[in-house]
């Protein structure tokens, strides 16, 4: 099929056309899928907009971030579940155009023997520095300036293949192997060559380093999202560097015209090539990327402005405080709906109906639970209240008042996603800010927690938040023996718990036991202590040097 065929097909079926022509061939067979296996409501769900799409994917525990996946690769996971919840009853799904695609599900013989030549080929071309060959072997063809998302796609699909829990026992170079790929990734999604991972064990807490070239980089344009203000403008009397932790994730800003508060993931951005809006992830910041929109083929960075010494040391002191009181407030939250669920009765809807019906009459609810219609105060004395509730049948009104609802209910619901996605890249962004170690991952909520599992090849399954965290510190203690020699020399010595004053939370005797835990895990260190007193003292010790190290055995 010629392109331009590709594209008319696509345009007749209101898909978009952009793309390489593998991407939209891809796009054909999804939609082909599409029709097959349908939403409930009888709609292709290529015809979902990105609000909906993301529901459909939450609503059945998928991930659903399209900053970090296409829009194919999110609706093609959508339509495999639906296909599976239709029983997958409906053969012949399989398009002769088919494209691409990572190998799904790999098991049995024949698959370990392909696991084992791609880790020795991830060895040999990581030992070589070859880092874009190696994280081309799963995927697309990648390279420094592909975007964040891509990257990370083959690095996840690679890690899932040879993974050393699966291959030890096969491959007796696994975990090198396993070490080359984290590398590579790490190496190729930074902006500038020496990760974190070859600077050794990170001497000062500083956070990353953010000299880099502002060559072929741009002061790009953001909005408000809700009254399209553009923030900071030059008489906003916003100081220049407050565009870095914008674009960072760092800082949330309100709208100087409708106070609305938005941060970098919620914002509208502008491509400062074409000025058409595109989709901005902060891990972007300091790489170099292109808009994605059809007719734009250039590719631009970020600028980077200084940031005088006292603002970044007043901001890391401000964002450690910020991101302890959000941690607190996530588990008293957390608690609270615990104790909830226990209290709450098994409610039906009808009953719920019943009893809104009787607040209403009552006076206790403003609007008629059945039609929507709000009586005047005055007029809102129960009899009267009584009476439009018996006159209240025409199904019609009912329709539209329930749909009123489910739409202000989506709106809602929609509304708390984007904020919950910018406060996820806020608290990713805040512990890269404060040196991204992992002895201060005990600032992470649980979803980010994850993300660092599985960009470290730790297991996540059946473990809780401090298991989490401990088999994180173990195995950045095992990286940091394997990659310096110098460090074995020191290793009969007990591994670094990388303990500091950095590290810890700012004021240890404000948490709770719980939460001194956690700190404790994400130091390698088992306490023994059962008060909070008790643990703190043991912290105090393992910082100022003791006899007897309390580590993980
Ligand atoms: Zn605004
Ligand atoms: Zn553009
Ligand atoms: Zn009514």
């Known amino acids: 099929m010629s392109l331009a065929a590709l594209k008319k097909q696509l345009k007749e079926r209101g898909l978009s056309q952009t793309g390489e022509k593998a991407d939209l061939l891809r796009r054909l067979d999804i939609y082909a899928k599409g029709e097959l296996h349908k939403l409930s409501d009888g709609r292709n769900a290529c015809a979902l907009k990105a609000g909906e799409l993301r529901k ?7 991930p659903c971030d399209l900053s970090i996946e296409s829009r194919d690769e999110l609706l093609a996971r959508l339509i495999d579940s639906l296909k599976q919840e239709n029983g997958g009853s ?8 088919e494209v691409g695609g990572g190998g799904d599900g790999v098991d049995g013989g024949d698959d370990d023997m392909l696991a084992v030549d791609v880790a020795r080929q991830v060895l040999m071309l990581g030992q070589g520095g070859d880092y874009d060959s ?7 063809r990648v390279s420094r300036s592909s975007p964040f998302a891509q990257l990370r796609k083959n690095y996840l699909n690679l890690a899932r293949l040879i993974h050393p829990d699966k291959l030890s026992s096969k491959f007796n170079e696994a975990t090198k192997a396993f070490q080359e790929l984290v590398r590579a990734f790490e190496a190729l999604s930074s902006p500038e060559p020496p990760p974190a991972a070859e600077t050794g064990k990170r001497a000062k807490a500083q956070g990353p380093a953010l000299a880099r070239s502002n060559a072929n980089c741009f002061r790009t344009r953001v909005f408000c999202p809700r009254c399209s203000a553009e923030w900071a403008t030059a008489d906003a009397g916003v100081e220049k560097y407050e565009y870095n932790f914008m ?20 914002a509208t951005h502008r491509c ?8 901005y992830h902060p891990n972007d910041y300091h790489r170099m990327v292109s808009c994605g929109n059809a007719k734009c083929k250039g590719e631009f960075g970020f600028w980077l402005y200084p940031v005088p010494p006292r603002v970044e040391k007043g901001l890391r ?4 405080k910020q991101q302890e009181a959000a941690m607190k407030s996530r588990e008293a939250a957390m608690a609270r709906l615990q104790r909830a669920q226990r209290k709450a009765p098994s409610w039906s809807a009808e009953q719920a109906k019943k009893q809104a019906e009787k607040l209403f009459v009552r006076g206790l609810i403003d609007s008629c639970p059945r039609c929507g219609f709000e009586p005047p105060r005055s007029e809102a004395d129960s009899d009267s209240l009584k009476m439009h509730l018996d006159g209240c049948t025409d199904a019609r009104k009912h329709e539209l008042h329930r749909r009123a609802v489910r739409d202000a209910e989506e709106a809602a619901t929609k509304k708390r996603a984007r904020e919950d996605a910018q406060g996820e890249a806020k608290n990713l962004a805040a512990w890269q800010f404060l040196g991204g170690s992992t002895e201060s991952m005990w600032l992470l909520t649980d979803t980010q927690l994850a993300k660092q599992c599985e960009l470290r090849g730790v297991n996540v399954e059946g473990k809780d938040r401090d298991e989490l965290l401990a088999a994180l510190a173990a195995a950045t203690n095992r990286k940091a023996l394997t990659d310096g020699g110098q460090t074995g020399a020191s290793a009969g010595a007990g591994v670094s718990t990388g303990l500091t004053v950095d590290s810890l939370p700012s004021n240890l005797h404000s948490m709770n036991l719980r939460q001194l835990k956690s700190v404790c895990a994400a130091h390698g260190i088992k306490p023994k202590g059962t008060t909070p007193d008790e643990v703190i003292k043991e912290l105090e010790r393992a910082m100022y040097g003791s006899s007897e190290p309390l580590l993980l055995e």
Do not use: H, N, W, Y
Not at 56 to 62: I, N, S, T, Y
């Open 56 to 62: 459909e994917l939450a609503q059945r525990g998928l």
């Open 90 to 97: 409906a053969g012949g799904d399989k398009q002769s155009g």
């Open 134 to 140: 190696l994280l081309s072997l799963a995927g697309a």
């Open 247 to 266: 674009m960072q994730g760092i800082k949330t800003f309100c709208c100087a015209r409708c106070l609305c508060e938005f941060g970098c993931v919620t």
């Open 272 to 279: 400062p090539l074409c000025s058409k809006p595109f989709e």
């Open 317 to 320: 002191d401000e964002l450690k």
